[in-house]
């Protein structure tokens, strides 16, 4: 099968290494442009490129997929399927319609739940404790189209986002690799999406500062969803307080915010009556460091309250 593969970050890279494993035929690779990373803005381009580059293919980064030039690209390569994952842009009808087995999509979530660019981080911190992968047929909707395969996974108690989206991007790609196939020999059939949808919004920094008044086992998925980025934090003195790892803690009828633990973990009182402990944590200009060890350089007394 001839493919073109659409797809931009680490997550999307690994089905495309794994598409490469198979006899399928890699034409082209489309990704988004380079952007500027760090602090020095240095020009980067994505890991789906990278790899592409090592593989010698084709690599395209329209700004925009709905000036023409795109489409004619891809009539021009005629692929068998166009398979897309993570890639960051709305493919337009005129381009939906040149594969002529489809436009298969890679999603990391139970479709219709969690459709939109953050499925992963959204399925943590709405509470789930099942997640997963669809292959889907696309349409000119954003994820709306009909699924061909899914794959389920529990979600831990304490995993962050960044563990899940290693688990997921593998399974993901297997996943790809077995729709293809059967998409080759005709041997699926799409399938409407069941249920009530919901969207998975752009992941913003200000989403990030955690909310004490709201019960323990909603900041913990704060923090756990929003690790590695944009990280989930307080801010205490004017300083913003990187909060990285935390378990849920005891029964408290302290004020939310309230300091009520600050010997080997921060603990802080939460709504509910509910209290998070911090174990790992990051100060503004310093480097990630145990709460015992930030205590003990910077100790914060009891009775402090977060937000004051």
Not at 91 to 116: F, M, Q, T, W
Not at 239 to 261: D, N, Q, S
Request: proline share 6%; aromatic share 6%; with cysteine.
């Amino acid at each position: 099968m001839k493919i073109v593969f659409m797809g931009t970050p680490d997550y999307a890279a690994i089905t495309l290494e794994a598409l490469l494993k198979t006899k399928h035929e890699i034409a082209a690779v489309f990704a988004q442009p380079d952007k500027p990373v760090g602090r020095k803005h240095i020009l980067t381009p994505p890991p789906v490129k990278v790899l592409a580059y090592k593989h010698n293919i084709p690599v395209y980064q329209p700004n925009s997929l709905k000036t023409g030039e795109s489409a004619e690209i891809l009539k021009k390569i005629a692929p068998d399927a166009l398979v897309v994952v993570a890639y960051g842009k709305i493919l337009p009808k005129e381009i939906l319609d040149i594969p002529k087995l489809g436009c298969v999509n890679g999603h990391a979530s139970l479709l219709p739940k969690y459709r939109g660019s953050a499925p992963i981080q959204y399925a943590i911190l709405c509470g789930e404790t099942e997640t997963g992968v669809t292959t889907q047929l696309m349409d000119e909707g954003i994820d709306t189209g009909d699924v061909l395969e899914t794959a389920k996974v529990a979600i831990g108690e304490n995993e962050t986002a960044e563990e899940l989206f290693g688990r997921l991007a593998i399974i993901s790609a297997d996943l790809m690799i077995s729709t293809l196939e059967k998409l080759e020999k005709g041997e699926v059939t799409p399938k409407k999406q069941e249920g009530e949808p919901s969207y998975a919004h752009i992941i913003k920094k200000e989403m990030a500062v955690l909310d004490f008044s709201k019960p323990a086992t909603e900041v913990h998925n704060a923090v756990r969803a929003y690790y590695s980025w944009p990280c989930a934090h307080f801010f205490l003195n004017g300083k913003r307080v990187k909060v990285i790892k935390t378990l849920l803690g005891g029964k408290t009828y302290a004020k939310c915010g309230t300091v009520i633990g600050n010997t080997d973990e921060l603990v802080i009182a939460c709504g509910e009556n509910t209290s998070i402990r911090i174990l790992e944590l990051q100060l503004e200009g310093s480097k990630r460091m145990t709460a015992k060890q930030m205590l003990c350089g910077k100790p914060i007394d009891l009775g402090t309250v977060i937000g004051e």
